[in-house]
């Protein structure tokens, strides 16, 4: 069994930062890539950034707007979003997700789809008050 925890989560001031830590235990387990979603009520889970293990190539959502940055640490198997700049508009709760390999063609046309990823933390609670 896989599972991501994912911390760092709470409540901030707009213009504030936040680190955002997703961390991945279980198995026996190489994953592909990391990806961060965001869900607000009654909204769709959206894309924010994903992260490939091998290569630590980045994608992100164009609504980031260089805000936001993810990496990766291999040897803890720890995934991380350092989110700059935070806004209203960003609270959300926040979940990590495993793709456990890679599915062909062009990353920046499947990361961002989150029905094509295997594993799913619980959440993490981000709140910018204005």
């Known amino acids: 069994q896989v599972q991501l925890a994912e911390s760092g989560g709470g409540l901030v001031r707009a213009g504030g930062s936040l680190r955002l830590s997703c961390a991945v235990s279980g198995r026996t387990f190489t994953w592909y890539a990391m990806g961060w979603f965001r869900q607000t009520p009654g909204k769709d889970r959206e894309f924010v950034a994903a992260i490939t293990r091998v290569s630590g190539s980045t994608y992100y959502a164009d609504s980031i707007e260089g805000r936001f940055t993810i990496s990766r640490d291999n040897a803890k198997n720890t995934v991380y979003l350092q989110m700059n700049s935070l806004n209203p508009e960003d609270t959300a709760v926040y979940y990590c997700?495993?793709?456990?390999?890679?599915?062909?063609?062009?990353?920046?046309?499947?990361?961002?789809?989150?029905?094509?990823?295997?594993?799913w933390g619980q959440g993490t609670q981000v709140t910018v008050s204005s």
């Open positions: 997700a495993a793709m456990e390999f890679y599915l062909g063609g062009d990353p920046n046309k499947f990361l961002p789809t989150m029905d094509l990823y295997h594993y």
